[in-house]
């Protein structure tokens, strides 16, 4: 067993709250990622769990000891580091190797871990290369496969993938997800790729100014934001956000441009929140439902296409499938399924209905 646990911990450099009394537990064989801009604390919170720094204030438990006291080595979680510095003279072998030989591990049971981490990172038949010969995405595997041969408790990964490319960061983090899972290991991951956190995450804690603003499941936070902050974090285009009042039956924004019929909605809302991909659009000689809107700008990305509206004096993009044949200027008719409303109320909290 090796959860991770903090109880109410901080942590400050001077005068800046690195982490402010942070609490979450990560569950044994969790891929539990951290997500928020750079500054947030996402570093401090994996050197806390460590042992590189220690909190000012609160309690770390990995698999139910207390750690606060222990030093890196007696807390035995591995980091991979982002910038995956292999040994250059060495082979990929000696690298993964390094960790057992340093600690005196007999020859046997180093040939023993070693093939069974070469296997399931799909690494055996590039052993003998040197790192300069590897492409990037072996590069990590063999970073990732010295880390673990050491078999730690859980082990920590600090944006290991921001320096590759889009098409590998793609390739592997799928890589990343389906390792995580035969190994069945706790992983605590930083990035700030949203689309990262969201793909590879079983849990997600978003992070602002060393607070937790929420944690869940990647839909979770999708389909249910706490607050503003964290809505416009995750999902890209980014959820339009726009100032509201009670009307007739239901809810206006945008010069009432926008109405939505929602007897329902939370009486002390200012704010609504609509995802691009919950907005449909119209012709407007269609006739069909719908509130009128300009089309201000159309960016076809291939498999959709993100619209920008001018609705009053208000910018809302929408995200339609396919390449609809909608141009700028045109009118069309806008709606959107109450059902899919967010509400936030003045300091930015998401409200219930
Ligand atoms: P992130 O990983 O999200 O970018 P960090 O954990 O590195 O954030 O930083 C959180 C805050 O703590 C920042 O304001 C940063 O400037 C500060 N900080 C981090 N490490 C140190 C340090 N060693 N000395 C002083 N301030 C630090």
């Known amino acids: ?57 609160g309690e770390i438990l990995i698999g139910g000891r207390p750690v606060n006291a222990m030093s890196p080595a007696e807390r035995n979680v591995a980091m991979v580091f982002q910038n995956l510095a292999l040994f250059p003279h060495m082979s990929a072998l000696e690298n993964v190797r390094f960790p057992l030989v340093e600690r005196r591990v007999a020859e046997a049971e180093i040939k023993r871990r070693v093939t069974d981490v070469a296997a399931k990172l799909h690494i055996g038949h590039i052993l003998h290369k040197p790192p300069g010969q590897l492409s990037g995405g072996e590069r990590q595997r063999v970073a990732i496969a010295r880390a673990l041969v050491r078999d730690p408790n859980a082990y920590l990964m600090d944006d290991p993938i921001s320096a590759l490319d889009a098409r590998l960061r793609e390739e592997t983090r799928v890589e990343l997800k389906r390792i995580q899972r035969e190994l069945g290991k ?136 396919g390449q609809p044949d909608i141009r700028p200027d045109a009118m069309v008719a806008i709606s959107c399924e109450p059902a899919r409303v967010h509400y936030f109320e003045q300091s930015g909290g998401a409200l219930a209905r």
């Open 1 to 57: 067993m090796a959860d991770i646990v903090f109880r109410n911990v901080t942590k400050r450099y001077g005068n800046t709250l690195a982490v402010d009394d942070a609490s979450f537990t990560v569950n044994d064989n969790e891929f539990f990622c951290f997500f928020g801009p750079p500054l947030s604390g996402k570093s401090t919170i994996l050197r806390l769990v460590l042992g590189l720094e220690t909190p000012d204030t």
């Open 186 to 321: 706790t992983l605590i991951y930083v990035t700030h790729d949203q689309e990262e956190a969201m793909s590879v995450a079983d849990r997600i804690a978003i992070l602002e100014d060393g607070k937790i603003r929420q944690i869940g499941t990647p839909a979770e936070i999708y389909d249910r934001p706490a607050s503003t902050y964290v809505a416009r974090l995750l999902g890209s285009p980014m959820m339009n956000i726009l100032r509201s009042a009670r009307g007739d039956g239901g809810v206006e924004a945008a010069e009432g441009t926008i109405r939505i019929d929602d007897k329902t909605a939370p009486a002390d809302a200012v704010e609504i929140g609509l995802r691009p991909e919950d907005i449909k659009v119209r012709p407007w000689a269609d006739g069909g439902p719908g509130r009128p809107a300009r089309v201000f700008e159309v960016e076809p990305l291939g498999g959709y296409t993100v619209v920008t509206l001018a609705a009053g004096q208000a910018r809302l993009k929408a995200l339609l499938r």
